[in-house]
């Protein structure tokens, strides 16, 4: 009889569970036996998408991949990697409900100036807002692969039960497949918000999630990987 296999939304689970924490070296197999204690572990699938530098000096991605190389010592563990794309275009600024010192962080200096600058520039303008140059940084490939494993597991009967960690109602239709090939679908949310109300209609049942347990579900501070070589926790996660 077939077992569980975990699906793990990467960036959500890490808005949700995460961030702004000190747990952010998540052991994903400690997790997994925490939400389901009873079940047998098939496979645990983590898809995430790979940052890259946002300024000079940033090392986010050196800690990410660290990370992840740390989460494939685990044979168990299955690493889908996504990508970021970045984007540089024209929008709206919501100044119809701010002014012009909540618009822009840091805020322009001193305030009466920039005030009166941009009360100037509202007049002058022909569109019914102001518009500003933003960098747009969008996720990709990391929720349809996600819908794509768990589609083709369910069709090949790779589990009797599947476990998906996410409050993205992108995934609905998905988990509706799953359900209707006779898999039972369990959904947590890792975020401390309401969980969304589509993905409890398509899915068999929710899972309760504890986000103060993420505590006891670390990695150790050294992790050995397949080739033998030692990764660390950065120590900015210390």
Known sequence: MTGTIFYIDGLNFYYGAVKRTPN???????????????????RINYFNAIVKPSFPGDRAHER??????AVEANPLIVVHRGH???DI????????????????????RPHFVADRMYRSSVK??????SSARVVINEEKCSDVNLATHLVYDALKGNCSK????TNDGDLVEPIKIAVAEGVEVGIVNPHQCAPNRKLLVAASFPVPFRREAMAK????PTVVAKSGRQIHKPKEWA
């Open 217 to 220: 579900c670390q990695l150790p």
């Open 124 to 129: 002058k303008r022909s569109k019914p807002y």
């Open 162 to 165: 599947a476990i998906v960690i």
């Open 24 to 42: 952010k070296w998540i052991d994903f197999e400690k997790v997994a036996r925490l939400l389901v204690p009873g079940d047998k572990i098939e």
């Open 89 to 108: 275009k024209w929008r709206g600024l919501a100044d119809h409900r701010h002014p012009v010192r909540d618009l822009l962080s840091p805020a322009l």
């Open 64 to 69: 990410q991949n660290a990370y992840l190389r």
């Open 84 to 86: 970021f794309r970045s």
